[in-house]
């Protein structure tokens, strides 16, 4: 059988149907996720157009293929791309807040919704807490909490990072011990400085 | 059942199967310390939620997953592209744009930049002989046409992946390519383009205009030095050619602005590109004769065929296009009173004819591309532009 162009070239638009779908699909989801990270809207759409970006750029997900039959595998690949940039982000911003000496959670909260300011203020030191435990955290833990606290499953969670199924729960106790010991850490040695 | 603390997580998360859940049940039932250890994982879970909760803000920002889709379609995937991207898309479309697919007044330029590129960098074993009969600028005034079989499409098609990854050095996009931009009339299309844009004066039966645009095409600055070209040349595996004696070698492509006239006749589809020609510039003490033959060597060609056919080529003014040899069938003809290429297409499965005519006429290059269209109606379209 030759190569039939007119083929490919049907393939080619029902391919760009299948991106625009998964696209649709998981936007709002990433999004959310990604805004609960960076804590802002900007940043948030800015990092999900990076995660479809490579999402687009690694056809052999999705091309060729209804978004049905492999849903489950792009959801989870999706949200190992977006922590993974989350992380990055979260790492950076660590290391210029450090030169910059401005305190991480008023860079990213807006305290918005929250009339009390004293509450408003406790939760921005929480939130600017758990970003710096998550960015302190090798780059997969921080991803697995990211994920498991994302609402993804088990099964999700061992494909999106490569790991046996089995092998999830003993991951997510190291890593949930690994996040609380620096999270105490850090919590301890603010309220020390202060 | 041994005590595991990865299945107690699990079992805390409800993420076992109903036989594990009851193992672990009946387990914890006999065993103190998995009880307490459960305990403190469930302990410590709570605690962590708790504080991963205190990133979910009140309420989310609004995001239209609709507009972010049509921002990563106009915006994020143009910006991003990187030319290499672009060029490999661009071989790609090439192929589609002369078998079956839509034209894009970038593919050509992109093109022309991805053959010069490949091809530049076998230096002859006679460089610099040559130098003074080569122009430095290339523009298209001709087309020929290589035809590949699949096994040498796939190897143009591996050493652009390669060139994509950057193994050659990146090109820089000096300005991107415009969106289409609609016109209202060939007045207004003239105007933006900067040449007098022609429309059919005869079309087949039924035909009506679907769409008038304009839009600019990218231009990209290229440089590569000796450890990019050792690695071009490494790449390519054509034996008995030295790099040229120079530090880097510079190549700049301009694509300018094209017009494209779309109309819709029954079933099928006409479209009529007209552009100027990009401008590809090169350093001067090339020799585009033996570049061009280790390029055609490099797609497998014998020795003695390479070097005769990059000798019949005018390599400042022609642009030679790989057809893959089993999907379609070209020949030269004269329309619009000059020599252009028709490419013809047509699927086995479908039946759909697609046709392709190239030519260059008062340094302009025009393209038509149609399906389900008679290539002689399709020829005729192109003989009645004024």
């Not at chain 1, 408003?120 to 435990?133: G, I, L, P």
Request: hydrophobic share 40%.
């Amino acid at each position: 059988m030759t190569t039939d162009a007119w083929t490919r070239s049907a393939a080619q638009s029902r391919d760009e149907a299948t991106f625009d779908a998964l696209f649709l699909t998981h936007y709002q989801p990433i999004f959310r996720l990604l805004y609960r990270i960076a804590g802002t809207r900007e940043e948030a759409e800015d990092l999900a157009q990076e995660t479809f970006l490579r999402l687009h750029r690694s056809p052999e997900l999705w091309k060729g293929l209804q978004p049905e039959p492999r849903e489950h595998n792009v959801r989870a690949w999706l949200y190992r791309v977006a922590t993974n940039l989350a992380y990055n982000m979260l790492r950076s911003q660590q290391r210029r807040t450090r030169r910059e000496d401005v305190v991480l959670g008023q860079t990213l909260s807006d305290g918005r919704g929250e009339p009390d300011p004293v509450e408003a203020a406790e939760r921005d030191d929480e939130r600017a807490a758990v970003r710096r435990a998550l960015a302190a955290l090798p780059e997969r833990q921080a991803q697995l909490l990211l994920m498991r606290h994302a609402g993804l499953s088990y099964r999700e969670l061992a494909e999106a990072l490569g790991i046996a199924p089995n092998s999830v729960g003993t991951s997510l106790v190291r890593a949930e011990a690994a996040f609380e010991k620096v999270y105490q850490n850090l919590r301890g040695s603010e309220g020390g400085g202060r | 059942m041994r005590c595991n603390t990865g299945r107690l997580q699990a079992y805390l998360d409800d993420s076992l199967s109903p036989p594990e859940r009851d193992a672990v049940a009946s387990h914890l039932a006999a065993c103190a310390a998995c009880q307490e250890e459960l305990s403190a994982l469930q302990t410590r879970s709570a605690a962590i939620g708790g504080r991963f909760a205190a990133l979910t803000p009140a309420s989310y920002p609004s995001a239209d997953p609709a507009r972010a889709l049509a921002r990563f379609h106009s915006e994020t995937l143009p910006a991003r592209a990187t030319p290499w991207e672009a060029i490999r898309r661009s071989f790609t479309m090439t192929k589609h744009t002369l078998l079956n697919g839509r034209w894009r007044p970038v593919t050509i330029g992109v093109m022309a930049l991805l053959c010069l590129a490949v091809l530049f960098s076998f230096a002859p074993p006679q460089w610099g002989q040559a130098a003074a009969d080569f122009l430095g600028i290339f523009r298209v005034r001709k087309f020929a046409v290589i035809l590949i079989d699949q096994a040498q499409q796939a190897k143009l098609e591996a050493l652009a992946k390669q060139a994509e990854s950057g193994q050659f050095g990146k090109p820089t996009q000096v300005r991107q390519a415009g969106k289409p931009q609609p016109v209202a009339d060939l007045a207004e299309a003239s105007k933006a383009v900067g040449f007098a844009v022609r429309a059919p004066t005869s079309l087949p039966n039924g035909a009506s205009r679907k769409s008038f645009t304009v839009q600019s095409g990218p231009a990209v600055h290229y440089e590569m030095d000796r450890a990019m070209m050792q690695a071009l040349l490494d790449a390519t595996q054509v034996q008995g050619v030295k790099l040229p004696p120079v530090d880097k070698v510079t190549i700049d492509v301009d694509v300018p602005f094209a017009a494209e006239q779309e109309y819709t006749i029954g079933s099928g589809t006409l479209s009529i590109v007209q552009m100027a020609s990009p401008q590809v510039s090169i350093p001067p003490g090339v020799d585009p004769v033996a570049i061009g033959e280790a390029g055609f060597k490099f797609l497998g060609m014998p020795d003695a065929d390479a070097r005769r056919l990059a000798q019949s080529i005018d390599w400042t003014s022609t642009l030679v296009i790989p057809i893959p040899t089993n999907v379609v069938q070209y020949r030269e003809v004269t329309v619009d009173g000059v020599s252009g290429l028709l490419v013809e297409h047509r699927s086995d499965k479908t039946g759909r004819r697609s046709v392709s005519l190239l030519w260059q006429k008062d340094s302009i290059i025009h393209g038509i591309h149609a399906t389900d269209v008679d290539p002689l109606a399709a020829m005729q379209v192109a003989d009645s532009l004024k």
